[in-house]
């Protein structure tokens, strides 16, 4: 992913949350979960830096949305549920979404910071930028 839709993404998840009223932290990572941008707007919760990574991380690693990762665990035995989510930085917390080019993992975007539906309209409002 080139800086600049790496940038243009993280402005649009921004933007979103100060239409909004709502303060968050916004993380990309690439298709092996390393960090490509991050943006803490002044006066998130700091829990949200960590969170909206690991969101992202989660996204990238299984190339769906948290939302999404939550509704297939609920679906798996308990030791399979239970096993994963005691991974470091793996996270079911909505908010986090893959970044898709052609159908393909390219990377993962994560905003924490708000409620979930909020952090997950700013994930989506940063994906917009790409047609998605």
């Known amino acids: 992913m080139a800086i600049q839709a790496i940038q243009a993404i993280m402005e649009a998840a921004i933007l979103c949350a100060a239409d909004m009223g709502v303060t968050v932290s916004v993380a990309i990572v690439d298709t092996a979960g390393n960090l490509a941008g991050f943006g803490r707007m002044p006066g998130s919760f700091l829990i949200s830096i960590d969170l909206s990574i690991d969101k992202a991380w989660t996204a990238a690693s299984f190339g769906v949305a948290t939302r999404e990762l939550s509704e297939m665990l609920e679906r798996e035995p308990r030791a399979v549920r239970e096993g994963l989510l005691r991974r470091p930085r793996l996270t079911e917390v909505p908010g986090g979404m ?28 940063g994906l917009s930028i790409l047609g998605r």
């Open 98 to 125: 893959p970044i898709l080019v052609d159908e393909l993992v390219v990377g993962a975007i994560g905003v924490s910071g708000a409620s979930d539906k909020q952090d997950e309209r700013c994930a989506a409002a």
